[in-house]
């Protein structure tokens, strides 16, 4: 088609993100419990399509009200099980599974570490590296967040369940 053009359409979400809920302060682990597992179910949806949103951080959570909303899919990509590592590196520092640094392909489980450090940062203010909540969440934080995509929960759903 000659003259044709691209629309893109996008929804405006009246909140704050989660980045700028969090320097007023942290939240409680039932609050945190109640924001992950609503952005795991749009994980969900998005992963059960073969994509990964690749950039899950407080930044692209707005809160409308009680409401978790997952934004910004400029880094999502459809997983190519025959690939070995993505082709371009992308992902936000302190966020980004090790994979997504030219180590292997980013999956599902990439987004699933990401939201280890989510869950953190939301109880502690830190990067689970410098200091890792306590409890079962910290037992969570720590199998989001291994190093080996292997030992992470396998899929969202898991994580879900231990939450």
Same mark, same amino acid.
């Given at each position: 088609?000659?003259?044709?053009e /691209? ?6 979400? +009246? ?9 007023g ?8 419990? +109640? ?24 930044? /692209? ?25 993505d ?12 994979? +997504? ?18 869950? /953190? ?26 190093? /080996?995509? +292997? ?13």
């Amino acid at each position: 088609m000659q003259g044709a053009e /691209n629309l893109v359409l996008e929804e405006y979400i +009246q909140g704050d993100t989660l980045g700028y809920l969090l320097r007023g302060g942290l939240f409680s682990p039932e609050e945190t419990r +109640q924001t992950v597992l609503q952005i795991c179910r749009a994980l969900w949806v998005l992963h059960s399509i073969g994509a990964v949103h690749r950039d899950v951080k407080p930044e /692209n959570i707005i809160l409308r009200g009680r409401e978790a909303v997952l934004i910004d899919f400029d880094a999502a990509r459809l997983h190519k099980p025959e690939h070995e590592m993505d082709t371009q590196i992308l992902g936000t520092t302190g966020f980004a599974a090790p994979e +997504q640094y030219g180590l292997s392909q980013s999956d599902i489980r990439t987004d699933i570490y990401a939201l280890g450090v989510l869950i /953190n940062v939301m109880l502690t203010g830190e990067h689970p590296s410098k200091k890792l909540a306590g409890g079962k969440m910290g037992r969570i934080v720590d199998r989001c967040t291994h190093v /080996n995509p +292997q030992h992470r929960y396998k899929n969202v759903l898991r994580l879900m369940e231990a939450l």
